[in-house]
């Protein structure tokens, strides 16, 4: 079984459209995260939600809405899709947020979803 | 906010010859983790190093954390084709964010 398992692993979409990305997690951690990777490889976080809370939401455009119905599922859902979403798109998941444990978590990645917006 | 500068940005070997990627950071780390993302893959926990000085070994892998905790390496002794992929170092600030260098490229040669 997938650890953290994502869905879809790759999607073609035009622009303005709206889509949706699912992330499921089997490893029963409390935190789980968004992350982008841009076309240099650049690993950056958008969003951390610990047990259905949002914790970190950094500077991403409002059309960028995460929900997270309980917390073994993070979904990410985009509106009105620009050339510059195209990306891949990383679920994660942690055992826990780390801001009070200074030995850190480590993080488990899905596969990723690989977003083309033409 | 935290950062760290991950380098070279790329690096093409020949099989057999060894590897090193580094991360520096100003401030003094709490501790660092180490990723392998494979080509096309998705980036995977190889290591945490915690203690100033520590070295930790995984077969040809050699992990160093630096004695004042801001800066770390990664050897790889004789690459081999299958260490083909992205390398990143990544580390915590105090938001509790997981912060990624910018990541090293390794290529072989065979």
């Known amino acids: 079984d997938t650890a953290v398992s994502q869905t879809p692993k790759y999607l073609v979409t035009q622009m303005g459209n709206d889509k949706s990305i699912k992330c499921e997690q089997n490893?029963?951690?409390?935190?789980m995260y968004w992350y982008k990777q841009d076309s240099k490889k650049f690993l950056k976080i958008m969003f951390s939600y610990n047990n259905k809370e949002l914790i970190i939401n950094e500077t991403v455009p409002n059309r960028f809405s995460p929900k997270s119905p309980d917390k073994a599922h993070l979904n990410l859902h985009i509106n009105s899709l620009e050339l510059g979403d195209s990306a891949v798109y990383f679920c994660?998941?942690?055992?826990?947020?780390?801001?009070?444990?200074?030995?850190?978590?480590?993080?488990?990645f899905g596969e990723g979803s690989w977003l083309t917006v033409v | 906010g935290q950062q760290v500068m991950q380098i070279p940005q790329y690096q093409h070997v020949q099989e057999g010859e060894d590897f090193t990627t580094y991360c520096n950071s100003s401030t003094t780390l709490s501790n660092i983790q180490w990723y392998k993302q494979r080509p096309g893959g998705h980036p995977v926990f190889l290591i945490q190093?915690?203690?100033?000085?520590e070295v930790k070994k995984q077969k040809r892998l050699t992990f160093q954390f630096g004695e004042a905790k801001k800066n770390s390496s990664l050897h790889i002794t004789a690459t081999q084709t299958t260490d083909v992929g992205t390398y990143f170092c990544?580390?915590?600030?105090?938001?509790?964010?997981?912060?990624f260098g910018q990541g090293t490229e390794l290529s072989v040669k065979p």
């Open positions: 994660a998941s942690s055992q826990d947020a780390t801001g009070a444990r200074p030995l850190g978590n480590t993080i488990y």
């Open positions: 990544a580390v915590y600030n105090q938001g509790g964010k997981l912060i």
């Open positions: 490893l029963g951690h409390d935190t």
């Open positions: 190093l915690v203690k100033s000085g």
